[in-house]
């Protein structure tokens, strides 16, 4: 196996590689806008550390979000090319819940709320429970204002950016900042794990109930352009 992960929904534009066992090179280039340009050279600088090309990966994972609409497009866009590219399963995986696993892998124990930088004024948020085997997602992730979120949730402590732009909201801040490509990775691999056996034509199409999240945006919101109505002028033959 080498899994490759993806994600950019938050600041960090990020790529992981796992090899069945362990996480075994990422790269992150912190940038809130430039994720095309950053995107390509983090996937080879990746592969070039371990000696890796296109061809020897065998699974491609991508964080869905939620995250702003144009940097999102650009993560899972990728993953579908190179997927398709190279002919190996793409999957999507909620990208808040590596920012818990990562939390979880640091040996974070209890409730959390993790909340990512939304723009507007705005975060991201999901509550979870960081169980001794796993983080599992208490709650749907929502877009709202820091300080409309519910009191109990912003009592928690909360990874991800949201305690660092919204101290008085979210004043229980705790790492992770952004997702992390190689958590990511790592959450992939053990759901992997979690599935029942299947023939390689299964893996082709994987059912939201085994783990995975399908490869359909999150992005909780309309996105700052949308095509303008069609004017009773532009209608006239």
């Known amino acids: 196996m080498l899994l490759l992960a993806i994600d950019t929904s938050t ?14 090179a990422e790269a992150t280039t912190l940038d809130a806008r430039a994720h095309a340009e950053h995107l ?9 550390e371990v000696g890796a090309a296109p061809g020897d990966v065998t699974d491609v994972v991508v964080g869905i979000g939620p995250g702003p609409f144009t940097g999102l497009r ?16 793409v999957r999507g995986l909620t990208s808040l819940d590596a920012i818990a696993h990562e939390a979880w892998l640091a040996g974070q124990r209890g409730d959390l709320l993790v909340a990512t930088d939304a723009r507007r004024k705005e975060v991201y948020a999901a509550a979870y429970v960081l169980g001794d085997e796993r983080a599992q997602r208490a709650s749907d992730p929502v ?11 912003r009592a928690l402590p909360t990874a991800g950016r949201g305690p660092a732009l919204y101290a008085d909201a979210l ?3 705790l790492p992770p900042l952004d997702v992390s490509g190689g958590a990511l990775a790592d959450l992939a691999v053990r759901r992997l794990g979690e599935r029942p056996c299947a023939g390689d034509g299964e893996l082709q199409h994987v059912d939201p109930g085994h783990g995975f999240d ?11 352009v949308s095509p303008a109505p069609t004017s009773a002028k532009s209608t006239l033959g």
């Open 11 to 24: 600041t960090a534009i990020t790529v992981g590689l796992h090899d069945g066992t362990s996480v075994v």
């Open 171 to 173: 004043p229980h801040a």
């Open 74 to 89: 650009v993560g899972i866009v990728t993953a579908r090319t190179f997927a398709f590219a190279t002919g190996v399963p």
């Open 143 to 153: 877009v709202s204002r820091a300080a409309e979120l519910p009191e109990e949730l």
């Open 214 to 224: 399908g490869l359909e945006p999150l992005y909780l919101r309309r996105p700052d």
């Open 40 to 48: 390509a050279p983090g996937i080879g600088r990746a592969l070039a």
